[in-house]
Structures are given as C-alpha cells and as structure tokens.
C-alpha cells in the first residue's frame, strides 16, 4: 500500500527487490516465468498498483464471461432449467471444497514462501494431486447424477451430468491461475483467462443458435473454455513431473497441506452453509422455481464478489509475505486500509444499483424475475458486510491461523442452520435472504474481533 514502504522491505539488505513476469518467447506469445529485478528507485507503490490492476484484469475475464453466461441462462433457459443449473452448481462447490482445502488455499501460502524456489517441481506434486481429487469429485458427481437420474429428475439429472463433465477442467484451471499468483506474476494468467472467456461466450451462442442450451451444455461449454485456457497456462508454467533433484515428494506436499488445510476444510465446509446451503433449501421447500429465482437475485451481487476473488488471488500471497517479513502488527495496519477500500466500492456498487433496479432487471432479465426487484434490497444489505468481512479473513488465512477462519464460520453457520431452515420453510426465497443478512453480519463481527486481538496480542508481546 502507498506509504506502507516498508511492508517490501527484504530481510538481505539487498537494494533491489526482485519480481517475476512472463517473458515471451519468440512469436509465439507463450511465456516462461523468470525472475527479474526491479531497481530500488521504482516506487514500490507502482509495482503493487500494476500487480493489483493485472490481477483485477484477470479475474474480470473470468468474472465478466462467467456473469455473462449466468445471465444469458437466466434469460433463454425455463425458471425450472435454471435453477437446476444452479442447484448443481452449488453441489459442485461443495465437493470442490476438499481440493481447495487441501491444494489451492495451501498452494498460495507455501508457493510465494516455502516452495518459492522451486516452484515448477511443486507445481508438478499439485498436478498430481489434482488428478487424484479431481477424479474422486467427479466420481462422487457421477454416482449423484446416476441416483437423481435414476428418480426421473430430468432438469436435475442433465444439469448434474453437465457439471460432473466440467469440474476436472475447472479445478484444473484454478490451480493453473494459482501457479502465477504465488510467483506475483499475472500476465499469463491474464492471457488464459482471455482464452477461457473467448471460448465459453463464444461457445454459450453457438449452442444456442443451434438450439441446443440446457444446463448440460452450458457446463459443457465452461469445460471446453477451462481446458484450453488450462493447458495455454501450463505450457507457461512448464511444470516438472518427478521433483527428485530436491527431495520434494507428493507425500512431503500432502502433509504440509494437510496440517495447514484441514482446518481450512472444515472452515470450508461451514463456509459453504453460510453462502450456498439455501440453494437446496429453496429447493426443498419451494422448488427449482425458487432456487432459479434466488441465483438470479445473487447475480448481481457476482460483481462484488469476483472482485473480492480477484483481490485475493494477489493480496493473499502478498499477505503472507508481509506477515513473514513484518509480522502481524504491519499486516494489521495494510488490512485495515485494504477493508476500507472494499467497503467504499461495495456502497457505491449497490447504491447505483438500487436507485435503478426496476429497468436494470428489465435489462438484464428481459420478461422474467421482474418481480423480484423488491428483494434486491436485502441481497445488497447481507452482500456489504461479507465484503467488508473479506479481508480480515484472509489476513487470519496469511498469518496460518486456520482455527480463527474455523471460529468466523462456525458462528455463521450456526445461524444459518439454526435460523436459515425454519425461515426458509415458513417464508420462502424472503426466509432465506433475510437468514443470510444475519449470517453475514456475524461472519463481519467475529473476523474484526478476531483479527482486532490477534493484532493487539502481538504488540503487546513485542513491548514485553
């Protein structure tokens, strides 16, 4: 952050800070990492500022192709349709919790710090480890797909088949952007992830000119986009298969992810009761109408929210660092200042979202969900506090302290399944909005106490 100089500061004495980037490679436009040196004289506000900008690009290729897709589905695809896609969406985020847990959280922690130095032959243990879980995700997608087929749930069954399809392509470009961001170099990934929007939109009006759009070949087509893009990103990375020249195993790398992520998975796991269990409530108690219905509402908070994804990819390995480097005290002072930016945008966001609500649903929508302008209100009022509460969250998550991100979701998820059930019963898509207002709201007090102490244990200890 501007005037925070010193959070860069190296431990060597050295008077150059070093930074990676992709260098081109003849005409091809596909790079290798390498690792150069920025002159001490570059303000180090202005790397930071470009670093973020790239990563912002980025994840808005992803983001802005991903809310395109939904909204077109929202449109040309029956409520039922839809909210079968968006049932099995949220399926697929909870089984991909394991692969987060276990490889992408710990790869931005020990890629920017333990495994910097060798970051091809660690990015080779995590493909393997990619392959392992990839296709126990899939496995399991497909034994739920045969089950709800088996039930006649055509809508259901053919959204989930899609998906089962899409989640190894998926994860593997998730670990692939990763793989950059742990290196803060971001012009690859921004390149894959102008591959991968090219093709998913590209691909999403192809099948529909051809009539044939369903939830299954909307999935199918993010699988296609996540491929190329994932491969496009490996021949960048160039990642090494048999680490044996420096001992690094899949064995060593599973248990310094396991110690590390097992409480990120059960943190994980609450997190995702926090924010996608009443997919499946609205679902049980008032249909695939209502679970269409309540993805369409939570489109527009998508924005925000890539936003946060873009950020984190970037601020948490830079957190991390900072911690390393500086300890917790300075990493206090940057969070706070990073938490206030992420408030100030999600005001202004949805203040000019609700003003003109009724035409943008037009907009968006076309005929359909024009009713639910009246609920948009109470989307923006539980979306602003899980943003704030965003960074707090990951400063926890960059100083390893897995048992305070288990403590934030606990707390919410308590209230989002001791209020969240009987309020969705009795009230429907009103129930469940108004559960995850409360439960974002105690997300936001348990982080900022948490951190609040954390910060606070630590300057006393340095005064001692």
Not at 151 to 158: F, Q
């Given at each position: ?328 005290a300075v990493l206090g002072r940057v969070m706070w200042k990073i938490s206030g930016l992420f408030a ?29 302008g009246p609920l948009l209100p109470w989307v923006a009022a539980a979306s602003i506090p899980w943003t ?77």
């Amino acid at each position: 952050m501007p005037g925070d100089h010193g959070v860069l500061t190296s431990n060597t004495g050295s008077t150059e800070e070093t930074a990676d980037y992709i260098e081109p490679i003849g005409s091809t436009g596909i790079g290798h990492l390498s690792r150069v040196s920025r002159p001490a004289n570059n303000p180090p506000w202005a790397f930071w500022i470009g670093r973020g900008s790239l990563a912002v690009l980025d994840q808005g290729l992803i983001a802005s192709s991903n809310f395109a897709m939904g909204i077109l589905l929202a449109r040309w695809l029956s409520p039922p349709q839809y909210g079968g896609y968006a049932l099995a969406f949220a399926i697929f985020l909870l089984l991909s919790l394991l692969y987060q847990a276990l490889v992408l959280e710990p790869q931005r922690i020990f890629g920017s710090t333990e495994h910097a130095d060798h970051d091809r032959e660690y990015l080779g243990v995590l493909l393997w480890m990619h392959l392992g879980l990839a296709c126990t995700t899939a496995l399991v997608l497909g034994g739920y797909t045969w089950a709800v087929y088996a039930y006649a749930h055509s809508d259901m069954a053919g959204a989930l088949a899609g998906v089962t399809a899409a989640a190894p392509c998926v994860l593997l470009l998730w670990l692939a952007r990763g793989a950059f961001y742990t290196r803060m170099g971001s012009h690859g990934a921004v390149l894959g992830s102008a591959i991968y929007a090219a093709v998913v939109l590209a691909g999403i009006f192809i099948v529909y000119q051809l009539r044939l759009l369903s939830a299954f070949s909307a999935f199918i087509v993010t699988a296609a986009g996540a491929s190329i893009s994932s491969v496009f990103l490996l021949m960048s990375l160039r990642p090494v298969w048999r680490p044996t020249q420096i001992g690094l195993s899949w064995r060593v790398v599973l248990d310094e992810h396991w110690q590390y992520g097992r409480w990120i998975l059960v943190s994980s796991l609450l997190g995702w009761v926090t924010g996608d269990i009443y997919y499946p409530l609205v679902t049980a108690f008032s249909g695939l109408n209502a679970a269409g219905e309540l993805r369409a509402l939570q489109n527009f908070s998508m924005p925000i929210t890539q936003a946060l994804n873009a950020l984190a990819v970037f601020v948490l390995p830079y957190a991390a660092r900072i911690h390393r480097d500086n300890g917790p005290a300075v990493l206090g002072r940057v969070m706070w200042k990073i938490s206030g930016l992420f408030a100030l945008g999600a005001f202004a966001y949805w203040a000019a979202l609700l003003v003109m609500r009724q035409p943008v649903i037009r907009l968006v929508y076309g005929s359909q969900y024009s009713e639910l302008g009246p609920l948009l209100p109470w989307v923006a009022a539980a979306s602003i506090p899980w943003t704030v509460a965003y960074v707090p969250a990951m400063a926890l998550r960059a100083i390893r302290s897995s048992a305070s991100v288990l403590l934030i979701y606990s707390a919410s998820s308590v209230i989002a399944l001791l209020l969240g059930i009987p309020a969705t019963r009795a009230f429907g898509l009103h129930g469940a909005l108004w559960t995850m207002l409360l439960s974002n709201l105690t997300v936001l007090v348990t982080a900022l106490i948490l951190v609040s102490g954390k910060v606070r244990t630590n300057m006393t200890g340095d005064r001692n």
